[in-house]
């Protein structure tokens, strides 16, 4: 049989030959060379869509940052309607008839649960988030005022309305009301912003914003909210005061519940525990140890900067695949942050340093509270009778609206000095700042605020503003320069101290204290007080009280405290310049 290829005339037909206009296959070299522009297209492109992808998550994380922050703010410029206490407080004596003692009795119940759940709520802060925080905030305001409201306008226990243990419940939920919100806020700065450069600005800020809460409130009671007819046209009505004030911050609370967030939180998990593994606080550490087990079995070796690199990848990539969130690895993670917060705040609890600065934030912030609550009752004092009340510009209003100012003021100023004044470690200090530069510590500034305050003190206690009452303006802003300044470096130099991951209980810890100091104060004031009525036979059924004996024993001893206060902030001082910490 004859072969195929026989014949030359003969035409072999191939079956890749049916198309006569297909081009010849590449060569090898022309493959491979199309091949490799291929891979290289593809890997631009995928370089290119990681880049835009990158851009777009870390966008969208100052936007966050930033849109929390402007949240944080609104919350604190709302949460501090407690400070106007002394715009109504002479009318809780005057309508309702309660001795100075009940007065006080309500603000330092107040002033208690503003305070003493702190610890709580900032625990809640670090381990969950700030938003249900401030839920929570907005329905206690909204609950305790609207509680208020009805207890004022059924009037006084003796004419049938009800008893002043009415009253001091719904301050109690008030005062839980101001600590949630405010620290769901001031917490969520710390952690967004404590590791930048301007951390003392971005806690001074929602801080100096609670210090106006109360000026713009009381401003707006006085001059919109006031009775328009009667024989005391011109208070404020406190029953629509107290009704705005319910509506008003629970629609604050509801916002900071969507909008209150933390970025990056993992990232200050991983470099908290990076630093104390450096710090050799961990070898004692049983779940340490077992972290290091498990991580090692599961080929993530141990936590050193390597695992912090790679978790921040996967929490960039989690960012970008929501469904991969929920790994397996999840338990573990959240065992470890738990395990990290405690481990954070036994190290905070343990240091002696720490108390020193609670007790000389108790010394004084106790007498702050105590003077801004009575202001009211103080300014009473300075105009006996047959005299006329209080001039508008020594109105109670006019003094709230000045210590605010003034503390605002002080609150702004310290917290952008500090930034860029105050020294900072040796080993940033060669990256950030190589020259020499002028330095001056967050405590010269601390100390220099209280000796201010202890000068508005003795102003009152001298019996000097008795017989020159135009010279009160003088007191309320020496107070309020240092009752900001102290507020505001306080917090700050908590997180420089002890770093911002368990922040919210840490801060919360030191927080505690103002609410104890009002309570003795309030007392003291208040048994000063009704002591020198009841010895002058003064004020009737009100028990009113006038004359620098009403108050002068307990400015002396608030001056004193303050003058205490500095000696312990010194002593901490000293043992932070032995560890090294920059303050």
Same mark, same amino acid.
């Given at each position: ?51 835009? !992808? ?14 929390? %922050?402007? @949240?944080?703010? &609104? ?58 925080? /401030? ?113 008003? +911050? ?14 990056? !939180? ?8 990076? !630093?104390? !593994? ?26 050193? /900067? ?20 929920? *790994?397996?690895?999840? *338990? ?28 000389? %934030? ?32 020594? @109105? ?48 010269? %500034? +601390?100390?220099?605020?209280?000796? +201010? ?18 010279? %009160? ?61 009841? @010895? ?7 028990? &009113? ?16 405290? /303050? ?21």
């Amino acid at each position: 049989m004859p072969s195929r290829n026989s014949s030359p005339s003969a035409k072999e037909i191939n079956k890749l030959d049916f198309d006569d206009n297909r081009r010849p296959p590449p060569t090898t070299d022309e493959s491979v060379s199309g091949g490799l522009l291929r891979d290289d297209e593809s890997l631009l492109s995928d370089v290119v869509h990681g880049v835009i !992808e990158r851009d777009r998550r870390k966008m969208q994380r100052q936007v966050t940052k930033y849109l929390s %922050f402007v @949240s944080a703010i &609104l919350s604190c410029l709302c949460a501090g309607s407690i400070t106007a206490y002394s715009l109504y407080g002479p009318l809780f004596q005057s309508r309702l008839h309660y001795t100075q003692g009940q007065v006080n009795a309500v603000s330092t119940a107040a002033e208690l649960a503003m305070y003493l759940p702190v610890p709580i709520f900032g625990y809640l802060c670090d381990r969950f988030s700030p938003r249900p925080l /401030s839920l929570f905030a907005g329905v206690l305001f909204a609950l305790g005022y609207l509680l208020a409201a009805l207890a004022y306008r059924h009037g006084s226990a003796n004419e049938g309305g009800f008893p002043p243990a009415i009253m001091t419940v719904s301050f109690i939920g008030v005062g839980m009301g101001t600590s949630c919100m405010y620290l769901s806020a001031v917490t969520t700065c710390a952690k967004n912003f404590g590791r930048g450069k301007h951390k003392g600005l971005a806690l001074a800020m929602p801080i100096a914003a609670f210090g106006l809460s109360g000026m713009w409130q009381s401003q707006v009671g006085s001059q919109l909210l006031y009775e328009k007819s009667g024989e005391k046209s011109g208070e404020v009505d406190v029953y629509r005061y107290f009704i705005f004030l319910a509506i008003l +911050l629970f629609v604050v609370g509801l916002i900071g519940a969507f909008a209150l967030n933390v970025v990056n !939180e993992d990232e200050l998990i991983d470099e908290a525990v990076s !630093e104390l !593994e450096r710090s050799g606080l961990l070898e004692d550490s049983p779940f340490f140890h077992r972290s290091v087990i498990h991580d090692s079995s599961n080929g993530y070796g141990t936590v050193g /900067s390597s695992q912090i690199i790679s978790r921040s990848a996967e929490s960039e990539d989690a960012d970008a695949h929501p469904a991969t969130r929920k *790994s397996p690895s999840g *338990s573990e993670d959240a065992r470890r942050k738990t395990w990290l917060l405690n481990n954070e705040t036994r190290i905070f609890l343990l240091d002696h340093t720490m108390w020193l600065l609670a007790a000389g %934030f108790f010394a004084v912030t106790g007498p702050g509270e105590a003077f801004i609550n009575n202001l009211g009752t103080i300014i009473n004092t300075l105009y006996p009778p047959p005299s006329t009340s209080p001039p508008s510009s020594n @109105s109670p209003a006019t003094h709230v609206s000045i210590v605010a100012l003034t503390s605002t003021l002080a609150r702004l100023l310290t917290g952008t000095l500090s930034d860029l004044l105050a020294p900072v470690a040796p080993s940033r200090l060669i990256l950030e700042h190589p020259g020499k530069r002028f330095t001056c510590s967050r405590l010269v %500034f +601390l100390l220099g605020g209280t000796l +201010l305050f202890s000068f508005g003190q003795l102003l009152l206690a001298s019996g000097l503003v008795q017989t020159h009452p135009l010279v %009160f303006p003088l007191v309320s802003a020496l107070v309020g320069l240092g009752y900001g300044a102290v507020f505001s470096l306080t917090p700050i130099i908590v997180s420089v101290v002890w770093g911002v991951q368990s922040f919210g209980t840490n801060w919360g810890i030191v927080a505690i204290v103002p609410g104890a100091g009002a309570a003795v104060w309030g007392a003291i004031y208040a048994a000063v007080y009704d002591s020198a009525a009841g @010895s002058a036979g003064e004020g009737g059924a009100e028990r &009113l009280c006038y004359g620098v004996g009403c108050y002068a024993l307990t400015f002396w001893g608030m001056a004193a405290f /303050s003058w205490i206060a500095m000696a312990l902030w010194v002593m901490a001082w000293r043992g932070w310049r032995k560890r090294g910490i920059a303050v």
